[in-house]
């Protein structure tokens, strides 16, 4: 059964840029045909998507943080990275990472790890 693990610095300051990663086990994350996402809440809100990476390396992101997000992955280390650029705020939320059989279908989920963005 597969697992997702989210890492990365709990606070970040504000025009920083958030990193974090996503450790994977039980499954590699270039198997046909799954899709790896990331995922965030932030407090009293909803669940957005923030973007994936396909199992072939493409990536898709959503259309309101393309300007600031980045996907990439670590196959040797079967990882996979969000950066988010010049937080503000608002960017704080609790960050799942995801897999599914499309960009927005999530089957599996992280335990999810706060980032809160504070001077």
């Known amino acids: 059964q597969v697992q997702l693990q989210e890492s990365g610095p709990g606070l970040v300051k504000p025009s920083q840029t958030l990193s974090l990663t996503c450790t994977v086990s039980?499954?590699?994350?270039?198997?046909?045909?799954?899709?790896w996402s990331w995922i965030r809440q932030p407090p009293g809100k909803g669940l957005e998507w923030m973007g994936a990476?396909?199992?072939?390396?493409?990536?898709y992101y959503s259309p309101s943080l393309k300007s600031r997000t980045s996907i990439s992955r670590d196959t040797s280390k079967n990882q996979f990275t969000l950066q988010l650029s010049s937080v503000t705020p608002e960017d704080t939320a609790v960050y799942y990472c995801?897999?599914?059989?499309?960009?927005?279908?999530?089957?599996?989920w992280g335990q999810g790890t706060q980032v809160t963005v504070s001077s």
């Open positions: 039980g499954g590699s994350i270039t198997t046909n045909y799954y899709y």
């Open positions: 990476i396909a199992y072939s390396g493409s990536t």
């Open positions: 995801a897999r599914g059989v499309g960009p927005l279908d999530f089957g599996s």
